[in-house]
């Protein structure tokens, strides 16, 4: 049963969240234990697909997202973004629930993406984070390359419709969805024969040590390179890993 915030606690909680990068110690322990106190009842599935411990998680939640004590001090000064958190502030558990999960949906998706790239160690977890975050900067590092986000978003529906149908599914069902037992689950389920040499030859997998070069030579990678114009190599990390998110975003729902 979802725990209810009393109407002092509501109104507590909308004040200091509007004022929650300005927040003296004791109020930050008060906005803590509000909003700690809101989500124990709150057990969405992006939990158990995660993995990790429950608290620390909903800890994680409230010092990135509620008292975002890593944000730059510089926002606090921010005028447009003052505005929006005062319209977004949360007033229920529901709505807390609501903003819990959504963090939960984008480290699902962060998640996925450092199990999927498999390019090289060539980026840091904490880079992915930041480029899967960073809206303005992936759509500024794909204009570097003369693309833009619905041109990308064309070009992957072209290629998902061109590959055969038995790596079409290993991509549709292994990079763009959360298959139930990874690529060997989707290989069994519509079995695909040799499904571990047509998802290398794809670039669905790749040895770590591998060279930029190697993954190149893959179907994703020559899609990348010959059709989008982006070279392998560390440098375009940035637009790679969007065309990776809108890649798997289309693959989603072909």
Same mark, same amino acid.
């Not at 179907?219 to 190599?233: D, K, N, P, S, V």
């Given at each position: 049963?979802?725990?209810?915030?009393?109407?002092?606690?509501?109104?507590?909680?909308?004040?200091?969240?509007?004022?929650?990068?300005?927040?003296?110690?004791?109020?930050?322990?008060?906005?803590?234990?509000?909003?700690?106190?809101?989500?124990?009842?709150?057990?969405?599935?992006?939990?158990?697909?995660?993995?990790?411990?429950?608290?620390?998680?909903?800890?994680?939640?409230?010092?990135?997202?509620?008292?975002?004590?890593?944000?730059?001090?510089?926002?606090?000064?921010?005028?447009?973004?003052?505005?929006?958190?005062?319209?977004?502030?949360?007033?229920?558990?529901?709505?807390?629930?609501?903003?819990?999960?959504?963090?939960?949906?984008?480290?699902?998706?962060?998640?996925?993406?450092?199990?999927?790239?498999?390019?090289?160690?060539?980026?840091?977890?904490?880079?992915?984070?930041?480029?899967?975050?960073?809206?303005?900067?992936?759509?500024?590092?794909?204009?570097?390359?003369?693309?833009?986000?619905?041109?990308?978003?064309?070009?992957?529906?072209?290629?998902?419709?061109?590959?055969?149908?038995?790596?079409?599914?290993?991509?549709?069902?292994?990079?763009?969805?959360?298959?139930?037992?990874?690529?060997?689950?989707?290989?069994?389920?519509?079995? =695909? +024969?040799?499904?571990?040499?047509?998802? /290398?030859?794809?670039?669905? &997998?790749? #040895?770590?040590? !591998?060279?930029? %070069?190697? @993954?190149?030579?893959?179907?994703?990678?020559?899609?990348?390179?010959?059709?989008?114009? =982006? +070279?392998?190599?560390?440098?375009?990390? /940035?637009?790679?890993?969007? &065309?990776? #998110?809108?890649? !798997?975003?289309? %693959?989603? @729902?072909?």
């Amino acid at each position: 049963m979802q725990e209810t915030l009393s109407s002092e606690q509501s109104v507590e909680l909308v004040g200091l969240w509007r004022r929650r990068q300005t927040l003296a110690p004791d109020e930050m322990g008060r906005m803590y234990g509000i909003v700690g106190s809101a989500l124990k009842a709150c057990n969405p599935p992006e939990l158990q697909v995660l993995g990790e411990g429950r608290q620390e998680l909903v800890a994680q939640f409230i010092y990135v997202k509620v008292l975002r004590l890593d944000a730059d001090p510089d926002e606090a000064d921010d005028a447009p973004d003052r505005e929006r958190s005062n319209h977004s502030a949360p007033s229920s558990s529901f709505a807390l629930c609501a903003y819990f999960r959504r963090y939960l949906i984008d480290c699902t998706r962060a998640s996925s993406f450092r199990r999927k790239l498999s390019i090289g160690d060539q980026i840091t977890e904490a880079q992915l984070e930041d480029r899967l975050g960073a809206d303005d900067d992936a759509l500024d590092a794909l204009a570097e390359h003369g693309l833009s986000g619905a041109s990308v978003q064309l070009a992957a529906r072209a290629f998902i419709a061109a590959l055969p149908e038995p790596e079409r599914i290993l991509l549709c069902e292994g990079f763009g969805r959360e298959a139930a037992g990874g690529l060997s689950g989707v290989a069994s389920r519509h079995s =695909i +024969a040799s499904y571990h040499y047509r998802a /290398g030859r794809l670039g669905l &997998v790749h #040895k770590r040590e !591998g060279l930029p %070069a190697d @993954y190149a030579r893959t179907t994703l990678g020559q899609w990348i390179t010959q059709t989008l114009g =982006i +070279a392998i190599e560390a440098d375009n990390m /940035g637009a790679i890993l969007q &065309v990776f #998110k809108i890649l !798997g975003a289309e %693959a989603s @729902y072909a």
